[in-house]
T-cell receptor, first 113, second 112 residues
Framework: GESVGLHLPTLSVQEGDNSIINCAYS??????FIWYKQESGKGPQFIID?????DKRQGQRVTVLLNKTVKHLSLQIAATQPGDSAVYFC????????????FGAGTRLAVHP | EPEVTQTPSHQVTQMGQEVILRCVPI?????FYWYRQILGQKVEFLVS????????KSEIFDDQFSVERPDGSNFTLKIRSTKLEDSAMYFC??????????FGPGTRLTVT
């Protein structure tokens, strides 16, 4: 899936460093948040999720932090690898309904050896 | 690992023509979705589908769009009369619990 955009913010990191990707969400009633990774030519791939009753969740090499006060979400990737290079989207699920996802604008992560 | 598949990977059509984009969701999933992504923009929700009917749709999903689950495996998106602005990547997604949505690889639609 093409997520190349002239105006996508880009985060450039060295291989092995930690990466932090930030996202501001819009709806204070949203109760579920997800981070997706999109590589060139592919659809969004689920990375990690978090519910609104939590403020932190850890996965394998990834951590999501949720600050409901300021409606902010972050994705931390430890020991970033070249294979992590992709566009990362946060998505929120407004409470109720059939779980449509509202996606953020995306951040391109470029990992340099 | 089961995955969502979509066909074709790329569809080129002339303005005013009808197109049907096809998806095969993961077999035990019950909730189905279409999203689109215009080049350089974010992924946008189009429609959700459950129990053989539309459960929610966005403003984008006007009368030119329709969805169908014609059999037990396929989920289709039809655009009746394509416009130039319909050019985008179209992603199908499915879910078993309305929570974690699994996305297909997308169909690139180019309207000329």
């Amino acid at each position: 899936g093409e997520s190349v955009g002239l105006h996508l913010p880009t985060l450039s990191v060295q291989e092995g460093d930690n990466s932090i990707i930030n996202c501001a969400y819009s709806n204070s009633a949203s109760d579920y948040f997800i981070w997706y990774k999109q590589e060139s030519g592919k659809g969004p791939q689920f990375i990690i999720d978090i519910r609104s009753n939590m403020d932190k969740r850890q996965g394998q090499r990834v951590t999501v932090l949720l600050n409901k006060t300021v409606k902010h979400l972050s994705l931390q990737i430890a020991a970033t690898q070249p294979g992590d290079s992709a566009v990362y989207f946060c998505a929120e699920n407004p409470s109720g309904g059939y779980n449509k996802l509202i996606f953020g604008a995306g951040t391109r992560l470029a990992v340099h050896p | 690992e089961p995955e969502v598949t979509q066909t074709p990977s790329h569809q080129v059509t002339q303005m005013g023509q009808e197109v049907i984009l096809r998806c095969v969701p993961i077999s035990n999933h019950l909730y189905f979705y279409w999203y689109r992504q215009i080049l350089g923009q974010k992924v946008e929700f189009l429609v959700s589908f459950y129990n053989n009917e539309i459960s929610e749709k966005s403003e984008i999903f006007d009368d030119q769009f329709s969805v169908e689950r014609p059999d037990g495996s396929n989920f289709t998106l039809k655009i009746r009369s394509t416009k130039l602005e319909d050019s985008a990547m179209y992603f199908c997604a499915s879910s078993t619990d309305r929570v974690e949505q699994y996305f297909g690889p997308g169909t690139r639609l180019t309207v000329t």
